[in-house]
């Protein structure tokens, strides 16, 4: 994988406040809220974090994770909150939303942060590159959880038949573990256009996307089993650690098939 030439640009931090205290002032004003106020804040902290250590490249990432899946969120708005399955508060994010998306490709963008300024030191021409495994891992992160969040709300949106993916047995829509054609479908087509964001933009490779889809579809499906076995038994697993798990896990998976690979082909 190929490390960016130009994730540095000059005096990214101070383009990172500028540009996201405009970005906020701007959604605080707007009468469609995407998140709450407190959301706000963390989403506006989590903004300079990345432009910070990641560039432009890194915050389209985040931005196309964000504004794709808030809009996917309010996909059949109405007849999910009739169900009572629709997330709560409209869709508009907290903190708590902004950080099991973003927990961890926000500790990938910090570790390539750190290996820039030589906080951790990293031996000459280690292969694979660290900072290349750790930008696939931000970006596995975003199409783990773009990738969680398409399956969920199309499925619960129009999910034909919704079955319980520890033993297929026909649930209701929006049970926990329940998945469906219509939303794996869609799991699959925001994964790889997230990834192919992430191609565009130069933080990975092409063999990249593959590794995030793949990783994606596992961590997706792991994540259902997480909801159909634990998530109802213990009242600490809660969506917004079971999401951290989720891209976490998505992360992990896309770093080790690339390592894998790369140690395959020396």
């Not at 079955?163 to 469906?180: C, D, H, K, M, Y």
Request: proline letters at 5%; aromatic letters at 10%; hydrophobic letters at 55%.
């Amino acid at each position: 994988m190929q490390m960016l030439s130009s994730i540095n640009p000059l005096n990214p931090w101070f383009v990172g406040v500028a540009l996201n205290t405009s970005l906020l002032l701007v959604a605080w004003i707007a009468p469609k809220k995407l998140l709450t106020p407190a959301g706000l804040f963390h989403a506006w902290l989590l903004g300079v974090l990345i432009w910070g250590t990641l560039g432009w490249q890194g915050y389209v990432v985040v931005m196309f994770y964000f504004l794709v899946g808030s809009f996917v969120t309010r996909v059949g708005m109405a007849q999910k909150e009739a169900e009572g399955i629709a997330e709560k508060r409209s869709g508009a994010r907290g903190p708590e939303n902004v950080w099991g998306s973003a927990l961890t490709g926000a500790l990938c963008a910090l570790g390539v942060g750190m290996i820039d300024l030589g906080v951790i030191p990293i031996p000459q021409s280690p292969v694979p590159n660290p900072q290349s495994l750790l930008l696939l891992g931000y970006v596995a992160s975003f199409s783990t959880k773009l990738s969680d969040t398409c399956a969920s709300e199309v499925g619960k949106a129009y999910g034909k038949r919704t079955f319980l993916i520890t033993n297929l047995q026909p649930v209701p829509r929006g049970t926990e573990g329940a998945v469906s054609l219509e939303g794996t479908l869609a799991g699959v087509i925001g994964s790889v256009a997230i990834a192919f964001v992430g191609w565009a933009v130069g933080l990975i490779e092409i063999l990249g996307v593959l590794w995030c889809v793949l990783a994606a579809f596992i961590a997706t499906n792991l994540e259902s089993v997480i909801g159909a076995t634990l998530q109802s038994k213990y009242a600490w697993l809660t969506n917004e650690l079971v999401n951290i798990l989720n891209t976490l896990i998505g992360a992990i998976v896309a770093i080790f098939f690339a390592w894998l690979w790369v140690i395959a082909i020396i």
